[in-house]
């Protein structure tokens, strides 16, 4: 059962250009949701993460967007830069006592930004 | 943030041995956790390591094969024990302070078992 799912493998995207990524869970009790960028053979970097009580959060080039109702949320980069090509993964907390630092991870999307 | 070092970075390995991780936090830390990420995969919490305590482990994850310490609130080991080809994966470390809502990840250490 994948509670947290990215729906597209792979997003291509010219330089300067929006890109946008998103993500659909299904667990409601889900309080906090976190991106993370992740090279190969790397640890993820913490990008921006939302609180489940807004629908918008914004940091730089960097705005997520959470759509409570639809339980969708979606990461928007712009401009897009060759440097933002890298594996993009979605990841939402459980809700609850002593969860603060558990994550459950979507399948992550491969963004690449053409010069 | 948080500065976290994963020993050894990468490492290749004889089936059947067993190998053992370290993650060392530069500052205490609430909560650490051991996660997984096979070949294409997504990141799977394998355990909560729990200080001064038995690891809190997820479902499909056992203490015999995936034994953890924590010592203490900067330090925790996992040992991946008896290793087969399916144990190949990046093993990650992550940590939560515990006074935001920001949960930070080290390098990670890829095992290849040959």
């Known amino acids: 059962d994948q509670q947290v799912k990215q729906n597209s493998p792979s997003l291509s995207v010219q330089e300067g250009r929006i890109s946008i990524l998103n993500c659909d869970y299904t667990n409601s009790m889900f309080d906090y949701f976190l991106w993370y960028k992740k090279y190969p053979a790397e640890g993820p970097t913490f990008l921006i993460s939302?609180?489940?009580?807004?629908d918008k959060n914004e940091d730089g080039r960097f705005t997520v967007f959470l759509n409570k109702s639809a339980k969708h949320l979606s990461l928007h980069i712009v401009p897009s830069q060759p440097g933002d090509s890298a594996v993009y993964f979605c990841a939402a907390r459980p809700g609850g006592y002593n969860q603060g630092g558990k994550l459950i991870f979507g399948q992550g999307t491969e963004l690449s930004v053409k010069p | 943030s948080a500065v976290i070092s994963q020993k050894p970075s990468r490492d290749i390995c004889q089936r059947g041995t067993s190998l053992t991780i370290q993650c060392q936090v530069d500052?205490?830390?609430?909560?650490m956790f051991w996660y997984r990420q096979q070949p294409g995969q997504s990141l799977t919490l394998i355990a909560t390591a729990n200080q001064g305590s038995e690891a809190t482990y997820e479902s499909g994850f056992v203490i015999d094969k995936f034994p953890i310490s924590r010592p203490n609130l900067t330090f925790s080991t996992l040992t991946v024990s008896n290793m087969s080809p399916e144990d190949s994966s990046i093993y990650l470390c992550?940590?939560?302070?515990?006074?935001?809502?920001?949960?930070?990840f080290g390098e990670g250490s890829w095992l290849t078992v040959v």
């Open positions: 500052s205490q830390v609430t909560m």
């Open positions: 992550s940590v939560y302070r515990g006074d935001g809502n920001t949960i930070y």
């Open positions: 939302i609180s489940s009580i807004k």
